[in-house]
């Protein structure tokens, strides 16, 4: 989400919050902003932040979490780990148009209907968390980011004061957020091979709104309890930047296409490899070097990293890690005897895996509890002919 001007940011919350949270006047008024999907990686799902404006006291702020600082020490080692800490960090509404301006992203703003005590109860608790022995939280991709803490800010604040109808969705994790990725299909498929079968779980709409869109989505539908009743929490919505951006469109290179089509040349070699009862080793080697390399990171992710989003994952089926071994072995003329046992266990195995696969996809329906991308599919068929030639010119 948005990570720039750190520095400016702890400067202004260094010099804004010396003191206590001001009084706000009757003119404040308090609002969610939702920005557009930007073109960098970590800027795909969009962007949410909380607004305070009060022409009173010449307050315009934007609380931002999502953010982090590069200067952390061990930064990669702590982003792989998922033990980064991210932040709230808080800059100038001025500041904060002129950025996503320059990036050419959308940003809609929702003024919410709070009453002067509700915006002063929120008001003091960002200026709080937003302090430097507070502002710091363990960010996680599908239940705690910058969406989901914008979310819990007016939930945890104004408890009973929000009706919310928390409707079960036709749509999981991975499908909600496999939509931001359609332009970009090698990302999209990398992304569902490392994230686990938690991604699967049917959602609800208090965790869609861990997109920023499902956000801003649901605070429209959001109900806040007054004296003379209930009414919508969001009494005006406009687009303060707009933004001209192209469509994506699902490119022709995607994994399905490459791998198809690699599938399909290779079968010709194979035909020829079985005529000729000599195989080419190197083509067996770089296919189980990859998928044994696929399944060390799985494995790593799954078991020595705090990612929710990575635990159980069954991809680790397919991409096994001892493929990185298998490999090597592959490049000999003579196989050993494991290695013949291995290739037909694995042959057998991929085999019913191929077909739960292509059921899944005709049927939508999973044994597995976790569906793959497409491309996995002549991705199987590509391993399992390679396994059928090397048991066939053994």
């Known amino acids: 989400m948005n990570r720039r001007l750190i520095g400016l940011m702890l400067f202004v919350i260094a010099l804004f919050f010396t003191s206590n949270a001001q009084r706000l006047s009757t003119k404040a008024r308090i609002s969610v902003l939702t920005v557009s999907p930007g073109d960098e990686l970590y800027s795909k799902f969009g962007h949410s932040a909380i607004r305070v404006y009060d022409p009173v006291r010449h307050i315009d702020w934007v609380f931002n979490y999502g953010t982090f600082d590069f200067n952390t020490p061990h930064f990669y080692f702590k982003f792989i780990k998922g033990r980064l800490n991210y932040m709230l960090s808080v800059q100038t509404f001025q500041g904060f148009q002129w950025s996503y301006a320059q990036e050419n992203r959308w940003v809609d703003e929702q003024i919410l209907d709070l009453s002067q005590w509700q915006k002063q109860k929120v008001y003091d608790f960002l200026v709080w968390n937003a302090q430097p022995a507070n502002r710091y939280y363990l960010y996680d991709f599908f239940f705690d980011n910058c969406a989901t803490r914008v979310r819990d800010v007016f939930f945890d604040r104004l408890k ?235």
């Open 160 to 394: 009973d004061s929000l009706v919310f109808d928390n409707e079960r969705l036709n749509l999981t994790f991975r499908q909600a957020f496999n939509r931001y990725m359609e332009g970009n299909p090698w990302v999209l498929f990398g992304e569902n091979l490392i994230v686990g079968s938690i991604a699967d779980r049917k959602l609800d709409a208090w965790h869609a709104m861990f997109l920023p869109d499902y956000l801003e989505y649901y605070f429209d539908r959001i109900k806040i309890k007054t004296d003379a009743g209930l009414k919508p929490i969001v009494k005006a919505k406009s687009r303060i930047i707009k933004a001209n951006r192209k469509m994506s469109h699902f490119p022709w290179y995607s994994p399905w296409v490459i791998f198809s089509v690699l599938a399909l040349l290779l079968l010709y070699v194979e035909i020829v490899e079985l005529k000729r009862g000599k195989r080419i080793r190197w083509i067996d080697f770089i296919l189980f070097f990859v998928l044994g390399l696929a399944g060390v990171v799985i494995v790593l992710l799954w078991g020595f990293t705090d990612h929710l989003a990575a635990k159980n994952n069954f991809n680790v089926i397919w991409a096994f890690p001892l493929h990185l071994i298998y490999a090597f072995y592959l490049l000999k003329r003579r196989l050993p005897a494991w290695v013949k046992v291995y290739s037909k266990i694995f042959l057998y195995l991929m085999s019913i895996v191929l077909g739960i696969y292509i059921i899944g996809f005709l049927f939508n329906f999973w044994i597995i509890p976790q569906r793959v991308d497409y491309g996995v599919i002549p991705l199987l068929v590509i391993v399992i002919s390679r396994l059928y030639v090397i048991i066939r010119n053994d």
